[in-house]
């Protein structure tokens, strides 16, 4: 059993490793533009949930899936050669839908502070004068 402190910063240092890896040493076109956005480890340290999210969003994620399923076995290595673990977990990679979810929830309070009608006040039928 390895202490929450200890998960989280192999945690955090897998993640630091593997963009850079991503970024300077893989050159598979499938796995360009995208972003590692957390890396949570099991408490036996035998599995990293890595969580992925592209720009383009997740019409991408089967094509982003088959590139990190390929290179799987590059990373696993490059990563246990850089960090000193007895055993290094394995990789499962997942989509991380929560860059999308902020897009779109930033886009509706920008709707919301937008008037309906250019030339029209926001709501003049509220404002009821007191006689």
Known sequence: ?????????IGDRIKEELSEMLIQEVSDPRLSGIS?????????????DVYVSAL??????AEI??????ANGY???GLAQRIDLRTFPRLRFHWDP???KAERI?????????????G??????????EE
């Open 120 to 129: 029209e006040p926001p709501d003049s039928s509220s404002m009821k004068v």
């Open 36 to 48: 590692i956005t957390d890396v949570r480890v099991d408490r036996e340290l035998a599995y990293a």
């Open 98 to 100: 929560t860059p999308e």
């Open 75 to 77: 990373l696993r290595h």
């Open 56 to 61: 383009e969003g997740a019409d991408r994620w």
């Open 1 to 9: 059993m390895v202490a929450k402190t200890r998960i989280q910063r």
């Open 65 to 70: 899936r088959n590139g990190l399923d390929h």
């Open 106 to 118: 930033e886009k509706l309070i920008a709707s919301l502070h937008q008037p309906a009608d250019p």
